[in-house]
């Protein structure tokens, strides 16, 4: 299957003439015997006349220098040198209506070598979606003590826990005021729990990020610092050391009628403040295969990464266990060298059709894959309104009446019959959607609505969520 043009300048005058097809994806141009091949781009089934524009020196030319191999590599730019060589070497001394003819024929050649351009789907590399078995980060928390508060920390005759605290830190210290801790009145301390998160791979001497927080009624924690608090995980182990002066980012200001507070004082952060002091031993590969966990659970995407991954590292080295799961083999192979050729790989994820509605704020969010099938819909609003408007009685004058307050209520119901039957249509995109039901004039919360009603009937192509 393919084109046959044919030449004018060379059919007209009973020669062989200029012939051009396509096969097995390769394209021959043959003129008086002689021929030539390019990559082919595209398939033509239909025959077009090509008057006055090849003759024996252009297919020459294209045999000596445009035979191309069949892929997209130079493509373009072998198609684009083809074109204007093509003009170049149109047949010389052609009258005005024999070179309009070659004009167009060189614009018919141009169609015929530039190749289709196609959207490109968007790629992530495999590392963005996946997670790497036994690599994760663990959590810390510790309780401590905030001391150099100016007079906003913990009452201590109410948060009995920061009082034992303190006498037991200072007790530790060699100062002994277990008799007389009731004289103990100081506003400049305030417990609190400091967490942490430990990142895989972190060593003994290694720095981590700190948060504070308040557990008692102090009231701002600004310009505090935090006193040596071990990090502790869940199986009890300490694996870092707390300590360091807050930034909370906050301030508190205000007088006897008005305050104002600006984000939370009562919450603050250590930059690098925590000390690792044991370290989480981390063995990939140990037992010759490691899973990758997909971020979000797909057939598509988990066979796609397996597919790339035995394409591009090694065959059979892959294999897709669940929605979730792949499982690679790294047997005989440095495990870390192979995650690293893995993560860089890139794929298309496939994406499930979803609508997640927030009935709290009124968002609706739609992924690209979701369709609508042709709906009829009617919407309409009950409104009621309840008005209160008391009057007061006066009673007549130098009368033993007493004035009195009388209800007057008023209520309204309104069913906005305005809005009539309208007509969702199935559209191919996700804009045609968006434009089809902003047609219909109606508000956020009004679509989560109408969505949950299409879902009910059936014609919500998309699984709907609601939180």
């Known amino acids: 299957m393919g084109v046959r043009a044919v030449c004018g300048c060379c059919h007209g005058r009973g020669k062989k003439g200029f012939w051009a097809w396509a096969v097995a994806g390769y394209m021959k141009i043959e ?222 200001a205000g007088g006897q009628a008005a305050t104002v507070t600006r984000n939370i004082p009562t919450s603050g952060h250590i930059a690098n403040g925590g000390v690792v002091e044991r370290e989480v031993p981390v063995k990939l590969g140990e037992t010759g295969v490691i899973h990758l966990s997909l971020h979000n659970p797909n057939f598509t995407t988990a066979t796609r990464v397996a597919e790339v991954i035995n394409r591009r590292i090694g065959a059979h080295m892959a294999q897709v266990d669940d929605p979730r799961t792949i499982a690679v083999d790294l047997t005989g192979r440095n495990a870390s060298l192979t995650l690293y050729r893995i993560g860089d790989l890139q794929i298309e994820p496939d994406t499930m059709a979803k609508v997640v509605v927030d009935e709290a704020s009124g968002t609706i969010v739609m992924g690209d894959s979701v369709r609508i099938s042709t709906v009829a819909i009617a919407q309409g609003n009950l409104t009621i309104q309840v008005t209160e408007t008391p009057q007061v009685v006066q009673p007549a004058p130098f009368s033993n009446g007493v004035t009195a307050v009388v209800p007057r209520t008023q209520a309204n119901v309104s069913t906005d019959s305005s809005h009539r039957l309208g007509i969702l249509r199935e559209g191919p995109t996700l804009a045609s959607l968006v434009a089809g039901m902003n047609a219909l004039g109606m508000g956020p919360r009004d679509m989560i609505g109408i969505l949950q009603a299409i879902k009910a009937d059936g014609a919500l192509q998309a699984d709907l969520e609601v939180r």
């Open 31 to 252: 003129c008086n015997g002689r021929h030539a091949y390019l990559c082919a781009t595209r398939l033509w089934d239909n025959p077009v006349p090509c008057a006055g524009l090849i003759n024996a020196g252009v297919s020459r030319y294209m045999r000596n220098r445009l035979k191309a191999s069949n892929g997209s590599g130079g493509a373009a730019s072998q198609h684009g040198t083809v074109a204007s060589t093509l003009v170049r070497h149109t047949v010389l001394g052609m009258g005005a209506r024999a070179w309009g003819k070659a004009v167009m024929a060189a614009f018919f050649m141009v169609s015929l070598f530039i190749p289709l351009t196609s959207a490109h789907a968007i790629t992530v590399r495999v590392k963005d979606i996946v997670d790497y078995e036994g690599v994760r980060d663990n959590q810390l928390v510790g309780y401590g003590l905030v001391v150099g508060l100016h007079g906003t920390g913990d009452r201590l005759t109410n948060i009995i826990f920061t009082r034992e605290t303190l006498i037991s830190m200072l007790n530790r210290l060699g100062v002994n005021i277990r008799d007389r801790e009731i004289q103990l009145q100081t506003h400049d301390v305030a417990a609190v729990m400091v967490t942490a998160t430990l990142p895989p791979f972190s060593h003994g001497g290694g720095r981590i990020d700190v948060t504070v927080s308040a557990v008692g009624d102090a009231q701002d924690l600004t310009g505090g610092t935090l006193l040596v608090t071990p990090l502790q995980a869940a199986d009890g182990e300490v694996y870092a050391v707390a300590q360091g002066s807050l930034v909370t980012n906050a301030f508190t």
